[in-house]
């Protein structure tokens, strides 16, 4: 989609969409789709990411539905794991679609924990 494709080249314009911990997560500046999407893309080699040298080995591409203000928790949910070395250095191990889903749960689980904490 050629809107999707303006949006997100308007967002790394804007700053880039590296995250740490070898995770890119490049997304639309505005939500243009009709429903969520993700994209994943899981590299035996460091990509140079940005001017910065940031090295990236996952790229998660996210675009949130427009019209859906419940699909934002995503970016909670996501956050919880790309901000966790443990669960993102698990799937570097195993660059496997099958681990990555496994390390995305539970790194949920974990937020669940920490939300249950307070």
Not at 30 to 45: E, G, I, M, S
């Amino acid at each position: 989609d050629q809107q999707l494709m303006r949006e997100i080249h308007k967002r790394e314009i804007m700053g880039g969409t590296y995250f740490g911990n070898f995770v890119a997560m490049p997304h639309p500046m505005t939500p243009v789709t009709q429903k969520t999407h993700l994209a994943l893309a899981l590299l035996d080699n460091e990509l140079n990411w940005d001017q910065y040298g940031s090295a990236v080995r996952i790229v998660l591409l996210v675009s949130i539905e427009a019209d859906n203000p419940r699909a934002f928790q995503l970016w909670s949910y996501l956050s919880e794991f790309i901000t966790n070395e443990t669960f993102v250095n698990a799937v570097l191990q195993e660059l496997t679609l099958t681990n990555f889903k496994e390390q995305v749960s539970k790194a949920l689980d974990h937020l669940t924990y920490k939300m249950h904490e307070y």
